[in-house]
């Protein structure tokens, strides 16, 4: 069980900060990697991973860290028959499939651009909301474990800004003048087997 009422453990909070600050210009992993530091029987620090989340998210209530989990989703392969196909035959194919992990605990109204979750924006005297959205996050990574690999954990003192989606100021309207496509290929090409 989660606990925000106990202190964040000084030596643990102080090798979270070490490791992040060890990450170069911009200070920031993966939880799946703190936990795989800080969590693994043979690593030096053996902390369970209850503990490791609750100083973590203690951190991020002080402003100290910052927890982000872009948008995530789950790619699945499918066993699909294909027909048509221009350069195969007809047959069983494995499709990728990818599948968002919408609706994770999170309203819409509640997520601010492809992120699911970004602490950056919230309010910090809003200790009612924080506290939810705390217990959401716990909820969220017992539901869904896969999220470790989706979830960042960020030091922003002296780090460079963490954008993970930044909007595109370019100009979409892109002209070729010396674009010309390619001429079809000579000849018939025989459909590929797989099986």
């Not at 600050?21 to 795989?36: D, M, Q, T």
């Not at 069983?92 to 999170?106: A, D, M, Q, S, V």
Request: with cysteine; glycine share 2%.
């Amino acid at each position: 069980m989660i606990s925000l009422n106990k202190p964040c453990p000084i030596e643990l909070k102080k090798s979270i900060l070490e490791y992040l600050v060890s990450k170069g210009r911009i200070r920031a992993c993966l939880l799946y990697k703190l936990e795989k530091k800080f969590c693994k029987p043979n690593s030096k620090e053996r902390i369970k991973k209850v503990n490791l989340i609750s100083c973590l998210f203690s951190m991020m209530r002080k402003r100290i860290i910052h927890i982000i989990i872009f948008e995530p989703y789950e790619i699945k392969w499918e066993k699909e028959n294909l027909r048509n196909l221009e350069y195969l035959k007809d047959g069983p194919y494995y499709i990728r499939k990818f599948t968002y992990l919408e609706n994770l605990l999170f309203k819409k109204s509640e997520r601010r651009g492809n992120y699911i979750f970004d602490s950056r924006i919230l309010n910090s005297d809003d200790n009612d909301k924080i506290l939810n959205i705390i217990s959401k996050l716990s909820n969220l990574f017992k539901k869904v474990p896969e999220l470790k690999y989706k979830t960042v954990i960020y030091y922003p003192k002296n780090s460079e800004p963490l954008n993970i989606y930044k909007p595109f100021e370019g100009n979409y309207d892109l002209e070729f003048p010396d674009f010309k496509s390619p001429s079809p290929p000579v000849g018939h090409f025989q459909k590929i087997e797989v099986n």
